[in-house]
């Protein structure tokens, strides 16, 4: 692609200039009027800096407080100090929202005016206006039609997963984009698990980065940041709002993202009886080792993960062994399909006092799992904490019998099935003992 001067950024022509020629502009000009002029705030961190090479969408998908509304502003600021004028589009979900954040926000376009260049914003007809000509006109993302007839040579799109027009939005100002050898546009948000962004992102011209609110914990309370991962860190919200990940259901899961969040408490009550489910591997594989409980209420509480991976037989043992010894638990029910009368003597050589109930698997995994799937929308299911890897196989597992998780096998929810199966499904279910602590 051949690309003219006049449509070459002063941010870009910066950046061409050999090292020597870089030195005496900084010089002549002084250090900080020139870095904020064209390189943007010195306060940028490499993740909020444009990407290199001729790229089309430059996409920023991460979590809350991360700095994208500062990564927009300034990038706008740099293409519409060009040397011709500009035309730029900035859409927001709402013009309210566009304004208060994309604009007149503590990290908006007003804020980040670089030293040098005047912004005159025009409230009544949506407009800003550069010194040099270049414009920018505010949009809405829930209006798709009102880009139709607009031209522009880029565009911010800001929280653009959450745009009420969404898809007919976002093809509306790809085609409005089309000004000068090379458009381009910058999408920010926070993600949905959204079939169109996910298209997007898998473009072959389209950068993408990543990153989280931690990413930005020097411009940050640290009490914000130990708040929110105290209540939201490891849940399916905390994934998407503060890791900025893509989190999404599988059609057909026996559970969702959504149940486990709403059937999640900070702390279990005083339980009556604690048992730990476990599920041996074939080979060198994940051992599943769960721990829940029965509270005096007549609901089960998930209490502890502690599965691990790599290890021989008398390792696992002794992993499942501390979880006992730790939770204080009634019984440990271990599956015995794979290793036989070996998994229970592997267990008892560690404790020999531990008391073991054997359970053979008759039905398949899904199988199984499908009525303590049903307990958890019935309300009587709680995890009382975060456990990702878990959770994250739960909702692998499909009402058709297949099992499409992060892992090989879905050893920790076989785990917790058999821990659940033995405290709600079983023949002591109904009839809750007393605990003495």
């Known amino acids: 692609m051949t690309v003219s001067p006049d449509d070459i950024p002063l941010i870009e022509i910066f950046r061409r200039l050999s090292p020597a020629r870089r030195q005496s502009f900084l010089r002549r000009f002084g250090e900080d009027l020139v870095l904020d002029t064209f390189m943007g705030s010195a306060s940028l961190r490499l993740a909020q800096r444009p990407p290199a090479g001729e790229w089309s969408i430059w996409v920023i998908l991460a979590g809350r407080g991360f700095g994208k509304t500062h990564a927009g502003a300034e990038w706008v600021h740099a293409r519409a100090a060009g040397n011709r004028p500009r035309r730029i589009a900035l859409v927001a979900p709402t013009l309210d929202v566009a304004r208060a954040v994309m604009v007149e926000g503590e990290s908006g376009l007003m804020a980040r005016l670089p030293p040098g260049q005047r912004l005159i914003w025009h409230p009544s007809t949506k407009l800003l206006k550069w010194s040099n000509g270049s414009e920018a006109r505010l949009y809405s993302g829930a209006e798709p039609d009102g880009l139709r007839g607009g031209q522009f040579d880029y565009a911010w799109g800001d929280e653009f997963a959450h745009w009420p027009g969404g898809e007919d939005t976002l093809m509306n100002l790809r085609m409005?984009?089309?000004?000068?050898?090379?458009?381009?546009?910058?999408?920010?948000?926070?993600?949905?698990?959204?079939?169109?962004?996910?298209?997007?992102?898998?473009e072959p011209d389209v950068v993408i980065t990543r990153g989280g609110t931690e990413d930005n914990a020097a411009h940050l309370p640290r009490t914000y940041l130990a708040r929110l991962q105290r209540r939201f860190g490891g849940t399916a919200t905390g994934r998407q709002e503060l890791a900025g990940e893509i989190v999404e259901d599988l059609e057909g899961a026996l559970w969702t993202r959504a149940l486990i969040d709403r059937q999640r408490v900070i702390t279990a009550p005083a339980p009556v009886r604690v048992v730990v489910g476990v599920d041996p591997p074939a080979g060198a594989g994940t051992c599943g080792i769960v721990v829940a409980a029965?509270?005096?209420?007549?609901?089960?509480?998930?209490?502890?993960?502690?599965?691990?991976?790599?290890?021989?037989?008398?390792?696992?043992?002794?992993?499942?062994?501390?979880?006992?010894?730790?939770?204080?638990?009634?019984?440990?029910?271990?599956?015995?399909?794979?290793?036989?009368?070996?998994?229970?003597?592997?267990?008892?050589?560690?404790?020999?006092?531990?008391?073991?109930?054997?359970?053979?698997?008759?039905?398949g995994k899904v199988a199984r799992a499908e009525p303590v799937a049903a307990l958890y929308g019935e309300g009587r299911v709680f995890h009382a904490g975060v456990f990702p890897a878990l959770e994250d196989q739960l909702c692998g597992l499909l009402n058709d019998g297949r099992f499409a998780g992060p892992s090989a096998s879905p050893d920790r929810a076989d785990a917790a099935v058999w821990a659940l199966t033995a405290l709600l499904l079983g023949a002591r279910a109904a009839q809750p003992g007393i605990r003495k602590l």
Not at 320 to 342: F, L, S, T
């Open 294 to 363: 029965l509270a005096g209420d007549g609901h089960a509480y998930v209490l502890d993960d502690a599965s691990v991976s790599g290890q021989r037989p008398e390792q696992w043992a002794r992993a499942v062994v501390k979880a006992a010894d730790r939770w204080q638990a009634d019984r440990v029910i271990a599956e015995v399909n794979q290793g036989g009368a070996m998994v229970t003597a592997m267990l008892k050589s560690v404790d020999a006092a531990l008391p073991v109930q054997p359970v053979h698997a008759a039905r």
């Open 176 to 202: 409005a984009t089309r000004l000068g050898t090379l458009p381009q546009m910058l999408l920010t948000t926070t993600p949905l698990p959204l079939a169109w962004l996910k298209a997007l992102i898998a």
